[in-house]
């Protein structure tokens, strides 16, 4: 199938503004059940479209961070317990997200009721190659476009960087295409599933072991991508905290779980690096830092390998996370009165948007794409 360029175009806008959350469900958007990019393109267009009408918690960061908690439901209702204020709890975090991404997520975050940003610190994300910040501004991943990673990459890495999301739409479409023409897909609502491991899903230690080997002789390794990288996304970790503060958002810089068990003092030579950014952002930015790892009692049996959390981690993660958020939301954060007004991701039925089951492009985006070529004929 070929999509005229104005097709495309006309896509982009409708996904950059939110309103393609008015025809297009969250179910029909994302290609499948653990499409974490997908997901997140449509929940940033949501909260254009209806943003939140308390303060918000946002959670940015790598699949350490999106397996760390049992819900965003969960931990909403968590830090009401302990402050009275029930936040809206958004999980943004996304397997292999980089400060990149977040910068691009943090700058389309409807900032009117402010909230908390918090953001995922691990050492793996400052081993990310720079050639990842512009694919972002391609839409590569995430479905959306950033004035203000496309202002870092200039300042950066020169240039002249354009910010069209025409690349990752023709990727995402036809990905979408391979995937929802085969059933169970095709013309049907998928869930997302936020959780990828369970506690039938732990490696052994020796498997541990390797892995922690496997990182340490090769980005972890002198002279690796970490070190090659690390001045990049330490400062593209930098524009992520001035810009969230600029926007008016509280940020929260929390170490990511880490299996301590088997690390033991194999990764401080990366925190020694990383930690000293935490605490200038901390003291310049008026920032916030927790290590929950510190309190948080897991054992080696709570993580599925070095950083991500089952079941049982997750439940003794939260309530460090809460005990933080809460604290945030009491010194800082002015309360907001929720608003009842329906949900924009459904009809005034309550139902979902409907879509065609003809063909899985032609149903999700024939409102877009259709019209769109017939005016090009």
Known sequence: MVIPYGSYAALQRHIVDGTIVKTVSQGRFIIGEKDDAGYISWQVANLKHAPPARPAV?????????????????????????????????????????????????????????????????????????????????????????????????????????????????????????????????????????????????????????????????????????????????????????????????????????NAFIVKDAFDRYKKKYRPLCTTLVDEQDAHYSDLNQTAGLTNMDFRDLYHLVEPGRAQWQPKLADALAQIVTDHIETATPSSSPSPATSASGREPSASSTGPLTGLFGAVIASQANTER
């Open 58 to 258: 946002y959670l940015l960061g790598g699949s350490s961070m999106r397996e760390c908690i049992p819900s965003a439901a969960s931990l909403s209702d968590a830090v009401k317990a302990r402050c009275e204020t029930r936040p809206a709890v958004k999980m943004l975090a996304s397997s292999v997200q980089d400060y990149a991404r977040a910068l691009a997520i943090i700058d389309n975050l409807p900032a009117a009721r402010g909230g908390i940003v918090v953001l995922g610190v691990h050492h793996a994300q400052f081993a990310s190659p720079r050639g990842s910040a512009k694919d972002e501004l391609k839409g590569i991943d995430l479905l959306m476009k950033s004035p203000a990673l496309r202002d870092f990459v200039a300042r950066r890495l020169g240039g002249h960087p354009t910010n069209n999301l025409r690349e990752g739409l023709r990727i995402y479409l036809n990905e979408y295409r391979a995937r929802r023409d085969a059933e169970p897909f095709r013309g049907r609502a998928v869930a997302y599933h936020q959780h990828r491991y369970s506690s039938a899903h732990i490696w052994s230690n020796g498997a541990k072991r390797w892995r922690l080997d496997y990182w340490l002789e090769g980005k972890g390794r002198p002279g690796g991508e970490f070190d090659t990288y690390f001045a990049f996304n330490a400062a593209c970790l930098t524009e992520c905290v001035k810009l969230a503060r600029a926007r008016g958002f509280e940020v929260l810089l929390m170490e990511c779980p880490q």
